[in-house]
Structure formats: structure tokens, C-alpha cells
């Protein structure tokens, strides 16, 4: 079956441009990370969407970076007035969540898309 | 202190020897537990799961998980150097009542010498 898709795969763009990244989840999954990576560095979490609750911004590095995702599917990652340290790849993973109790979900195993890679010059 | 750690390495195993990747974690109330590869330029990909204290092994790979100790460890028997990768240790966190999201730890490079 079809995978998490992102667009563009490849973004360069011009130091104070705005940038919209896209992700398409695997059908039915209701979870969706957003995360940055750096070259040789680890995954730097961004934001996470669950559903309808609100979205845990706790990771975005500034308030030039906001996301959204329409209809509990697509997301949108927007940064605005790009700086050169923006430029990364930016992935985006969903998930499946698994309610094991009536107070508690679990989350379930990430599938990451290919990931965006912007050059901000 | 890191909500996930794990040694950066990088980690260099011979050919057909065990590798051992190793993973704590602070989150006592932490359920779930995931090792995922990541091969330079790709993006992860899911190995293995755990969710409950012991061992489970699947093909080449054993994950190992104490609770008690907030310990997690991936080992890797009859290494070829194709399992040369970053490997990343995810646990889940607590992030509010009842909702739990993944925290990646920074990853360990092993490199298997032929």
C-alpha cells in the first residue's frame, strides 16, 4: 500500500522566503510527527498531531515555524522568513494509535516518509 | 537529562560478531520501546518493537528490555556489514493525561568491518 509521501523532495530557497512542506499519512493513521534532522545529527522533534486534540507544539524551535493538518489527514509544515540554519531534512512520520483502555491510548509504530530536504541560501 | 539516551559512537564490529546497541530512557511510565535503522540519506525505518520485560527476537535481531533498570538494547547476531546504519532507540512519553508520543533518542552509528 501507498506509504507517507512528502513534497517537495528538494527545496531551495532564498534566506526571508516562506516555505510550505507538505505530508500525505498512510490512510487511517491519526497520528502525524514532524521532524527536522541535520546532517550527522539525530531527529529533532518539531510538532505532533493525535486526532483532534490539540497539537503538541512543544518542539518547534521558533514562532516563524507553525503547522497544520487539514481534515485529521494532510499536514502542512509552514516556515517563514527562512534562515540559513533552517536547512535540514524535515520528515514526517504517522502512526496508528491503539486505545488500550478507555482513559489511555498507546502509540504504535512511525512510518517516515522520504523527507524534504531544504537548502535555505 | 536527555529523555532518551544513547552513546553516539560510533560503534565498529567485526563480520559475524554480535553488536550491541544500548538505550536508557527516564520515564518511568514509558510503555513502549522501538529500534529503528536509518541508513545515511534514507529515513528510518521500524526494526522492532517491545512492550513487555524480557527478550524478543526476531531473525538476526533480540531486543532486550528491563523496565526496572529504564534500559533497552538492541543486539544484532552474525553482523554483515549491510546492518552498518545509525540506529535510533524510540520510547514513548507521557506528554498529558491518557496521550503518549515517541521520543527519538540521537542514535548510535555501527559500522561492521568486513
Known amino acids: 500500500g501507498a506509504g507517507v509521501s512528502q513534497s517537495p523532495s528538494n527545496k531551495v530557497t532564498e534566506k526571508g522566503k516562506d516555505v510550505e512542506l507538505r505530508c500525505d499519512p498512510i490512510?487511517?493513521?491519526?497520528?502525524l510527527y514532524w521532524y527536522r534532522q541535520s546532517l550527522g545529527q539525530g531527529l529533532e522533534f518539531l510538532i505532533y498531531?493525535?486526532?483532534?486534540?490539540?497539537?503538541?507544539k512543544s518542539g518547534l524551535p521558533s514562532d516563524r515555524f507553525s503547522a497544520e493538518r487539514t481534515g485529521g489527514s494532510v499536514s502542512t509544515l509552514t516556515i517563514q522568513r527562512t534562515q540559513q540554519e533552517d536547512s535540514a531534512v524535515y520528515l514526517c512520520?504517522?502512526?496508528?494509535?491503539?486505545?488500550?483502555?478507555?482513559?489511555?491510548?498507546?502509540?504504535?509504530?512511525?512510518?517516515f516518509g522520504p523527507g524534504t530536504r531544504l537548502t535555505v541560501t | 537529562q536527555k529523555e532518551v539516551e544513547q552513546n553516539s559512537g560510533p560503534l565498529s564490529v567485526p563480520e559475524g560478531a554480535i553488536a550491541s546497541l544500548n538505550c536508557t530512557y527516564s520515564?518511568?511510565?514509558?510503555?513502549?520501546f522501538f529500534w529503528y535503522r536509518q541508513y545515511s540519506g534514507k529515513s528510518p525505518e521500524l526494526i522492532m518493537f517491545i512492550y513487555s520485560n524480557g527478550d524478543k527476537e526476531d531473525g538476526r535481531f533480540t531486543a532486550q528490555l528491563n523496565k526496572a533498570s529504564q534500559y533497552v538494547s538492541l543486539l544484532i547476531r552474525d553482523s554483515q556489514p549491510s546492518d552498518s546504519a545509525t540506529y535510533l532507540c524510540a520510547v514513548s512519553v507521557l506528554v498529558n493525561f491518557g496521550n503518549e508520543k515517541l521520543t527519538f533518542g540521537t542514535g548510535t552509528r555501527l559500522t561492521i568491518i568486513p
Open positions: 520515564d518511568r511510565g514509558s510503555q513502549s
Open positions: 512520520a504517522s502512526s496508528l494509535f491503539l486505545r488500550q483502555t478507555v482513559q489511555r491510548v498507546q502509540p504504535y509504530e512511525q512510518y
Open positions: 498531531f493525535q486526532g483532534n486534540s490539540a497539537p503538541d
Open positions: 490512510s487511517g493513521h491519526t497520528a
